[in-house]
């Protein structure tokens, strides 16, 4: 199943009188279930294709599709609704609420749900704070935890929705590289257990080496992978031995 089809999406920002083309002419399909990379150096564009994605921004033109559903179409509304119920986020300085405790932080954005009783809603942010192993720090606030730490509370917090597709703009970039190598695979083990689709900005190589795939980005523009070794397809399958989804098949790149 296909959670993301972006097709022909360019995004412009105007700086001043100039136009920053931040990303240009982009096609591509994301299958479900998938644990990806975008990588590509600073200013390249890659959190503008998760903003995108992430129904955050708006494209400047070219369609793009959530679980099927044509985002250019929908109301601001109708837009924050597909988020509260279908993409958590996790980020680059993990962006905790600072006067909420760790189970309050995970709690948070299940308090707009109102299809999620109180009830309910402690026994997720029980369930996924355990799962990030940090049940015994449900009652610390963010400046009581180290950041790895606080970065697990941010992955709890964007699993809490049940997410199908968890976005992380860079999110090992402010953690030295043994926890955010910790960190990666955590989401990766969330990623294999409970099948939620992971896609991740960074432009640390071994982070990338962590991801079954990779897309590569620079100047707006995504570009073959070219590591020795790989296949000669842009997104290299590079699982081997572990077991395969069934529904992470071909990565589909259509490139004009
Ligand atoms: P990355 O996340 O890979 O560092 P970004 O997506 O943040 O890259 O930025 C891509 C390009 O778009 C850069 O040239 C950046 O300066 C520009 N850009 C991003 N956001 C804005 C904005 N809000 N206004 C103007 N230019 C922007
Ligand atoms: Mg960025």
């Not at 199943?1 to 002419?25: N, P, T, W």
């Not at 009652?139 to 917090?157: D, E, K, Y």
């Not at 991801?211 to 397809?233: M, W």
């Amino acid at each position: 199943m296909i959670v993301v089809r972006i097709v022909h999406v360019s995004k412009d920002y105007l700086l001043g009188e100039q136009k920053v083309q931040a990303l240009k002419d982009v096609t591509l399909t994301i299958d479900a279930g998938v644990f990806l990379a975008i990588a590509g150096p600073s200013g390249s564009g890659k959190t503008t294709l998760l903003n995108l994605i992430g129904c955050i921004d708006t494209p400047s033109s070219g369609k793009l599709y959530i679980k099927g559903h044509d985002v250019s179409s929908k109301t601001a509304n109708e837009l924050a609704d597909l988020r509260a119920h279908t993409i958590g986020f996790i980020f680059q300085t993990f962006n905790l609420l600072p006067v909420l405790s760790a189970e309050e932080n995970v709690e948070y954005p299940l308090l707009s749900r109102r299809d999620i009783s109180r009830s309910e809603r402690r026994q997720r942010t029980n369930y996924f704070l355990d799962i990030v192993g940090l049940a015994k720090f449900a009652r610390h606030r963010p400046n009581q935890l180290s950041g790895g730490q606080r970065q697990r509370v941010a992955i709890a917090r964007a699993l809490a929705i049940q997410p199908a597709i968890v976005l992380a703009d860079e999110p090992t970039a402010n953690l030295d590289h043994v926890t955010g190598e910790g960190i990666l695979l955590l989401m990766k083990r969330i990623n294999r257990e409970l099948g939620t689709t992971f896609i991740f900005s960074t432009h640390d190589e071994r982070v990338m080496a962590m991801a079954d795939k990779l897309i590569r980005i620079e100047d707006g523009e995504i570009i073959p992978d070219r590591r020795k070794g790989s296949q000669p397809a842009p997104f290299p399958e590079r699982r081997t031995g572990e077991r395969r989804r069934a529904n992470v098949e071909a990565n589909v790149v259509e490139r004009t």
